[in-house]
């Protein structure tokens, strides 16, 4: 954690660690595995609101925890641009980081592969590597997506590849 900013470190301390290293495949060992997620969310969100840092919602979408959709949200000049989130926890999880997508903003910056999926690759895949198994999705969205909206963000935003809704919805009805 050397190099990091205080606030980051902070962060990253307060998120609870997980223990069972088990994927979708493992059964009961999942099961266990996903109660570890959720209360590392869990944590992680109440840290947010109480820091007045709220960015993101998400929650399984199917029964068995592989499918996660929700929202995210960034800032900018006093806007708030908000953002589709989905991904899938890939069957080697937690040895393989889930690959975070943003399918609206699809093909608006190279740092994002086909389907929205944001590029991790060079600075959070090695960091999971070595963290495994005690991230998880927390530590995902903490180290991945929060950076990523913070460095890209503006700059889309800045160049007009991403338009606030209120303007979207003005330019519409002229």
């Avoid at 660690?17 to 979708?24: D, E, Q, R, V, W």
């Avoid at 090695?126 to 991230?135: D, G, Q, V």
């Amino acid at each position: 954690m050397e190099g990091w900013d205080p606030s980051t470190k902070s962060t990253l301390t307060r998120i609870p660690l997980l223990t069972t290293k088990a994927g979708p495949r493992d059964g009961d060992a999942w099961k266990q595995r996903l109660k570890e997620e959720y209360k590392s969310l869990i944590a992680y969100t109440q840290m947010n609101k109480s820091n007045d840092n709220d960015w993101f919602r998400i929650s399984a979408s199917n029964p068995e925890g592989t499918r996660w959709t929700g929202k995210c949200w960034y800032v900018h000049n006093l806007l708030k641009y908000e953002f589709d989130l989905q991904f899938d926890i890939p069957i080697t999880y937690p040895a393989t980081a889930p690959e975070l997508e943003l399918p609206e903003i699809d093909g608006k910056t190279q740092k994002m592969y086909r389907g929205g999926k944001i590029c991790l690759t060079v600075h959070f895949k090695p960091l999971w590597a070595k963290n495994c198994p005690r991230f998880g999705i927390a530590h995902a969205l903490c180290l991945g997506l929060a950076p990523w909206l913070a460095a890209e963000i503006p700059i889309l935003v800045d160049s007009g590849m991403i338009k606030h809704k209120d303007d979207a919805a003005s330019s519409a009805e002229s």
